[in-house]
């Protein structure tokens, strides 16, 4: 049997022929097909080692800077195994020029794709260490930070310091690790300025009267000042120069 010439003059092809020029056509689209997705799964998990290696090296580089504020970090080493060998053996085949037909399957199976994993999870545990350490820094700044301030007339300022110091301070850590050195920096600064407030404050009080002072920091604790400590001393003082104006009576 035969069929129509395959364009223009010359000998007309068989069936068969044509089928087998059709096989050839599938054969060679089906070829492009795998090198395309071989392709596209070199580009992804270069992608993923990419940023896995990026993040590695960032990660080094932030721990290094709160090593250097004098906080304890101690990364968790590589995982001994396989996975490093699997990468570095799929990745010499491929900027060898070694590609062949199983590439694609070999870049998706468990041997590249664990050992990517592997990264990923190292990554993230890395990154929960720099998290810890910093929040280990701030704990122990605000080990004073519910320590109470006496509200000392004339002495405003000192407790909107202190206050602003303390907001600072209970404020955890950022979101992005790159954020941590800023913020111990940040928290180290809110330290000193309520060690400053407390300083300057318990100063003040203690160049006061015994009464007084006893009054004043009694009304500045959780329960308030008893009734009996508003002796004549200090109910002169509150008289004076509007030093009771930031205290009232409350009935318990």
Excluded at 105 to 123: F, Y
Aim: glycine share 6%; net charge neutral.
């Amino acid at each position: 049997m035969t069929e129509q010439p395959a364009g223009g003059a010359g000998t007309p092809m068989t069936l068969a022929q044509r089928a087998e020029s059709g096989l050839l056509a599938l054969a060679e689209a089906a070829s492009q097909r795998r090198s395309a997705d071989e392709e596209r799964a070199v580009e992804a998990a270069c992608e993923r080692a990419e940023k896995f290696t990026n993040a590695l090296a960032e990660i080094a580089r932030l721990a290094e800077e709160l090593r250097v504020r004098g906080l304890t970090v101690v990364l968790p080493a590589f995982a001994r195994g396989k996975h490093p060998a699997n990468l570095r053996r799929t990745a010499t085949q491929i900027l060898n020029g070694e590609a062949s037909d199983d590439l694609a399957n070999r870049l998706k199976g468990p041997a590249v794709q664990d050992a990517l994993k592997a990264a990923e999870s190292l990554v993230k545990s890395r990154e929960n260490v720099l998290r810890s350490a910093a929040e280990a820094e701030r704990s122990r700044l605000d080990a004073d930070g519910q320590k109470p301030i006496p509200s000392l007339p004339g002495r405003e300022s000192l407790q909107r310091q202190a206050k602003n110091a303390r907001a600072a301070l209970a404020k955890r850590g950022p979101e992005a690790v790159a954020d941590l050195p800023a913020a111990v920096d940040r928290w180290r600064r809110a330290a000193e300025d309520l060690k400053v407030a407390i300083a300057e404050t318990e100063q003040a009080v203690t160049d006061l009267p015994l009464d007084i002072r006893v009054f004043i920091e009694a009304a500045a604790s959780e329960s308030g000042a008893d009734w009996t400590l508003l002796t004549p001393v200090v109910r002169a003082w509150l008289d004076t120069d509007g030093n009771g104006d930031g205290y009232w009576v409350r009935k318990w």
